[in-house]
């Protein structure tokens, strides 16, 4: 199994509240990304990184921001939590010769009341 | 129309059938497709890579046809512990987009 890790695993927080979620890899990727997973919409791309200090948006940043101060970490920061945000978020990397595959971290449950 | 499709299922097979799954892309561009599997409330865990017209491992075969846009996935001798969702996945942009499916959901019973 990659080594990626999610810190925390689950989380209650509640409407208004910054929160901010944790990636940490071992293998030393030079991409990494997160996602979100809900029913009926299959994981969608929030935000990727493709270096340290570069990051893009993917489909669904609005109300999201990311950071990735060393190769190893990658952190997704609600700035003000709302409902709709309420999802399982997933870290996944890739390495630039995989071949596209990317890995995914065990994820992190988040509710937002 | 999503750009990646995927029956839902259920699929509910005996053990030891063959069961196969489609998938149809609408992006003529994607240049690369993942089968993964992912089992309840875990992540997914990459199960096949498709590169050219398809791939084989073990009890598992997908093929891509890019005339008709779609990828299958085959399940030889169903395993209980085949049971989970399996998700389509197409990569563009470079291949670091991906862009997945919904899943089909396979149950094998004894």
């Known amino acids: 199994d990659a080594g990626i890790t999610q810190s925390p695993r689950h989380k209650v927080t509640e409407t208004g509240t910054p929160v901010t979620l944790r990636c940490h890899q071992t293998e030393n990727h030079r991409y990494m990304y997160w996602y979100r997973q809900d029913p009926g919409h299959g994981l969608r791309l929030i935000h990727y990184s493709y270096g340290v200090k570069d990051t893009d948006k993917g489909e669904v940043s609005d109300g999201y921001s990311v950071s990735r101060s060393k190769t190893e970490d990658f952190l997704l920061t609600l700035e003000s939590a709302t409902s709709s945000q309420t999802s399982v978020y997933f870290c996944a990397i890739s390495g630039s010769g995989s071949g596209y595959e990317q890995y995914f971290g065990p994820g992190t449950r988040l509710t937002v009341t | 129309r999503k750009e990646v499709e995927q029956d839902p299922g259920p699929f509910n097979v005996p053990e030891g059938a063959t069961v196969a799954f489609n998938c149809t892309y609408s992006n003529s561009a994607s240049q690369s497709f993942f089968w993964y599997r992912q089992d309840c409330r875990k992540e997914p865990k990459l199960l096949m890579s498709?590169?050219?017209s398809g791939n084989e491992d073990g009890r598992f075969t997908a093929q891509l046809n890019r005339a008709s846009q779609y990828i299958s996935l085959l399940i030889r001798d169903s395993k209980l512990s085949d049971s989970a969702t399996y998700l389509c996945v197409g990569a563009t942009g470079g291949g670091n987009k991906l862009t997945f499916g919904t899943g089909t959901q396979l149950k094998v019973e004894l």
């Open positions: 498709v590169y050219s």
